[in-house]
């Protein structure tokens, strides 16, 4: 509930900001003092200008993020040493990830013989198992990554047309 003495409204400055001609902080500033809201008056031009400035810098925005790069991938393959399975899924991988994220995945195979601290800190119960860390959402993936579709689905990526 507010208290009544929080209820009054004027031009009082709030604690820690400095009382302005206008009575609405903020706007002196934006207006370089003496704001006005009518047509025709110098506060109305000025606040113009910081919406022309607002716009520009939308414009830089929208120009930088056409720009920007698709996401980077960072897979981990956890296998079990050089099982048939894990070779075939290792070898499906990289032929799915260079068709389709040809430099923008990072992979690191994870053998649980040689480091099954990193398997049991990702709760790894089954091999081989991908894991997509990035771009988010976490994904695994388990076998031999043979099943394109699947795959190509848990990575959120779209199939080339032939």
Do not use: W
Not at 98 to 113: I, K, M, N, S, T
Not at 120 to 143: E, F, N, Q, Y
């Amino acid at each position: 509930m507010i208290s009544a003495r929080h209820r009054r409204s004027g031009s009082r400055a709030l604690p820690g900001l400095p009382k302005t001609p206008t009575g609405i902080q903020g706007l002196d500033t934006l207006t370089g003092g003496g704001a006005s809201l009518r047509p025709g008056r110098p506060g109305l031009q000025a606040a113009g200008e910081v919406m022309a400035a607002v716009d520009n810098s939308f414009a830089a925005f929208e120009k930088a993020s056409a720009r920007s790069k698709p996401p980077k991938y960072v897979l981990q393959l956890f296998v079990a040493g050089a099982t048939p399975m894990s070779v075939r899924a290792l070898a499906n991988l990289r032929e799915i990830c260079e068709e389709h994220l040809h430099g923008r995945y990072q992979l690191d195979v994870v053998d649980v013989y040689e480091e099954p601290g990193l398997a049991k800190a990702d709760h790894i119960i089954a091999i081989p198992t991908l894991l997509k860390r990035l771009p988010a959402p976490l994904c695994r993936l388990v076998g031999d990554l043979s099943d394109r579709r699947r795959v190509l689905a848990g990575l959120r990526l779209v199939p080339k047309r032939p």
